[in-house]
């Protein structure tokens, strides 16, 4: 250390041109505040297209360097491109590039990372991971690999979050495998029940079931999609919420205390994924109320990190936890917009060991944000359509923040997720943030594939989305606007 380095001491004295034997002293005499946390200098990013440059641009922003791990659909991607270090992994299936844990955790080491970002899907929920940076000593930027177990298993995770004061929807509080103690459950809580995989994750295996003579075909079918998904085929069942509004918390935490920055309204969707997403959605009070419930969810847990609270919210406002997203989310950045926080840093923050900077008191909403998933996708049946972009063009200006590692003459691959941007606006309240989304959608110009635009564009017109009527099941009743 510099030996006149200026020393924060205990009740905030500052010494001035201290030597080093006068920190020496203060250690011994023990008045000294706890060491500042030592900040990452190298962290690397276990993830691709538009999650990893959207880190990437916050740890530069924080003097952090970043590395990158890529396999050859992503050698020319942007991220890549950027990074100040990068490990190509020569792999034939193009998802093990980064689903290697060990090839990742081996990538860190030789990368001289003290740190690795996860993102999101990949290896960010995945606890082995987690242990095995654990016991490599390098820091995983999220909950521990505990705390991931507990909350990927949906039946676990409901049960802790009911413990501590949040309401979930009637249900198993055990795996179910057998149709008859399916129905039996089903006839006590009232059909339509969904059936649900404990390991599940992005819509898939969900079965609703209205009737009994259903059980038996949809507890099958759940069981062996979970099975070949996830690996582990315990299902549990839960009444279905009908008429309900996705409506998803953010939450801060470091291991003790928690923050939340409000709600995202999330119910446009398809097949259970999220196309559209907002915020505020809710009165101030309703808010504070639900926001103070999932602090007390995290903490309980010991949660550290970024999470998503996601809960479904009936017609009459009663609000059912569904489950918590132990990461990262792809519309965090709707948050960021409304509330002026970088929630990526304060995620670094926290995994570097800060104890939370900011107070519940410091957070305030304002305006309002919406955010369009660009796919490449057809508009209609929503199906992958890869290809090269022969022209990119996406809007700026007041209010429009555009998250994306697309540019013209990028190869959009097959073999991953679809999401090729993500298009945010934000206006002074949501009717002033609708027409500028439609200007922004206006405005943007893909071409080589096919995109979600086109939907987006005529839902922004569209009488129930303009009235703001939008349950999880607005896309089966707008058709029409899939034409
Ligand atoms: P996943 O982890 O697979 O995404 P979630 O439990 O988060 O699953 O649910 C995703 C979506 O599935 C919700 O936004 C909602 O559309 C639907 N869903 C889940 N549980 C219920 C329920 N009990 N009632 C009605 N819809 C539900």
Redesign the pocket.
Known sequence: MDSKTPLLIKQSILIINVTDSDIMTALLIGCLAPPPTMGFKKVLIANRGEIALRIMRTLRDMGIEAAIIYGKEDRLSLPVQLADDATFRDVINPLDAYLDIEAVVQAAKDMGCDAVHPGYGFLAENAGFVKRLEEEGITFIGPSADVITLLGD?IEARAAMEAAGLPT?K?SSEPISEASVASALADEIGY???I??AA???????Q?VEKESEFESALKLCQSRAKSAFGDDRVFV?????G?Q?VEFQVLADGTNAIHFGERF??I?RR???LVEEGPWLTPEKRHEIGSLVCKGAESVGYKGLATF?F?RDANGDF?F??V?PRVQVEHTVTELITGHNLVELGVRVAQGEALPLKQEDITWRGHSIQCRLNAEDPAEFIPSPGRLWECHFPSGFGVRVDTHAHPGYEMPGCFDSLLAKLLVWGRDREDAIRRMRTALDETVITGVEHLIPLHRRIMDEEDFMNGDIT?QYIDMHQELLG
């Open positions: 949906k929807a249900g339509p029940v969904i649900k995989a599940g994750g992005g819509g898939i295996g969900m609703i839960e009444k279905y919420i009908q309900a996705h999330c119910s969707q259970h994924q999220k996601e479904l059912y569904l489950e997203n999880i």
